[in-house]
């Protein structure tokens, strides 16, 4: 999860209210962040004022028409038969997991290099998780060491897995929901990285039983505050989770199950239908940042993102990998150039998850060497190239 450290004071400020400076003077030179929600906002400001007054002036602010809305044309971009909108990402995973019948006693396998969201989501439902290892290409689950891990293991607590589609880039989805269907385990896909990416065409969230996406500001698709949803084709459970994000409500007052309240609200909602009908072209213009970036780092002693083939990267983040991840940090640092770290702790490392008997080198490596270059649509041509020259500048 991108946290307020990537939004330091300042971000997000309007740099044309600034003076250009000199690309010879980097310490004064505007700052270059890692995402740029503010930026999203001024580039939709009048759409997206006039969307948040219409909202005011109704007179209807939590589940209305608005909502409504919203996942209807969620569902038709994604191509799944509903949506329903939540409070957050986390919640996402949570309440899919737990309308998939997921709960105390179950095990349920994801990766370690995430946020920690996906973890708490997976222990909110009373199960455990268990981590497999990572492909170091990719830094995606590795499918092969999934199925290694049922095949050994046979252990029949474990009942569901939650990919987790990292960086922008999906699981090899074609493998997973074959050894997944071949151990009988629900796929819970963990989208809030990925909004547009896709294998063959086929796009993230469409693959598992059900998806969960967040749309925290930073992601490909942002709100101004929280929001999640959970999609997917099986109705009746879409259902479900309709029914645990409001008190266990089909009727008013009367609570067929124990739900709680994570509903988005129509601020949000009305804001998100704006961002929607830009998401493709940002992620257009994502993908012709990371192609540059692409193009003109392969020389330099650099890991570069990996692109399986016959998939469809969303360019969340642009994340490279070397052993001098902190010192390359700091030098961009002080060219104003601020980089993410996603993630820099393990989830099996964190204090509140920590389990030792864990040993995920794959994972830890990455976890030590990454970085994640500014990327986002508020990027200018002239940003770009002076995160490109910055970099090679270390290296020279
Ligand atoms: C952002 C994120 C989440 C959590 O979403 P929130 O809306 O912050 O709750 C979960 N998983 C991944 C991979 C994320 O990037």
């Known amino acids: 999860m991108e946290t307020e450290d990537q939004h330091p004071a300042g971000a997000g400020q309007d740099r044309r209210l600034l003076p250009q ?27 997206t004022d006039a969307a948040i007054r219409r909202v005011l002036l109704s007179g209807h602010y939590i589940l209305g028409p608005e909502g409504d809305g919203f996942e209807r044309e969620f569902s038709q971009w994604l191509g799944v038969a509903g949506t329903v909108a939540l409070a957050n990402g986390t919640d996402a995973i949570e309440l899919a997991l737990r309308a998939a019948g997921i709960g105390p ?4 396998v994801t990766v370690a290099n995430t946020v920690t969201a996906t973890v708490s989501a997976i222990t909110a439902t009373g199960a455990r ?7 170091p290409a990719t830094m995606l689950m590795d ?4 199925e290694a891990m049922l095949t050994t293991l046979r252990d029949p607590k474990i009942k569901a897995v939650v990919p987790v589609h990292l960086y922008g880039q999906m699981v090899d989805m074609p493998h997973l ?4 269907a071949a151990h009988n ?3 819970i896909e963990d989208c809030a990285q990925a909004h547009g990416a896709a294998i063959g065409g086929r796009k993230a969230g469409t693959w598992g039983r059900l998806a969960a996406f967040s749309f925290y500001p930073t992601k490909n698709l942002g709100a101004l505050g929280d929001g999640g949803a959970v999609c997917g084709g099986d109705v009746a459970l879409l259902e479900q989770v309709r029914l645990l994000r409001q008190y266990g409500w089909r009727k008013r007052y009367v609570s067929e199950m124990p739900g709680r309240n994570s509903r988005l609200d129509e601020l949000q909602a009305a804001i998100l239908r704006v961002r929607l009908t830009k998401l493709d072209a940002d992620n257009l213009r994502r993908a012709t940042i990371a192609a540059r970036y692409l193009e003109s780092l392969k020389g330099l002693p650099l890991v570069l993102p990996v692109t399986a083939e016959g998939r469809t990267h969303c360019w969340h983040q642009f994340v490279v990998r ?14 104003h150039i601020l980089c993410g770290v996603l993630y820099p702790v393990p989830v099996h490392r964190q204090p509140a998850y920590h389990d030792a ?4 080198p794959h994972t830890e490596q990455a976890c030590a060497e990454v970085l994640s270059l500014p990327l986002h649509p508020g990027l200018t041509d002239a940003d770009v190239e002076r995160v490109m020259r910055e970099v090679s500048g270390f290296f020279a």
Not at 105 to 108: C, E, P
Not at 129 to 135: G, H, K, P, Q, S
Not at 322 to 335: A, D, G, N, S, V
Request: hydrophobic content about 45%.
């Open 21 to 47: 400076r000199a690309a010879a003077l980097p310490v004064n030179s505007p700052k270059i962040l890692p995402a740029d929600p503010k930026a999203a906002y001024l580039a939709a400001q009048a759409e």
């Open 105 to 108: 006693g179950d095990k349920v």
């Open 129 to 135: 998780a268990v981590y497999v290892e990572i492909d």
């Open 143 to 146: 499918v092969g060491a999934l």
């Open 177 to 180: 929901t074959t050894v997944a």
């Open 185 to 187: 385990l629900t796929v």
């Open 322 to 335: 070397t052993p001098r991840r902190e010192e390359l940090r700091i030098h961009l640092e002080k060219r």
């Open 357 to 360: 008997a864990q040993s995920l």
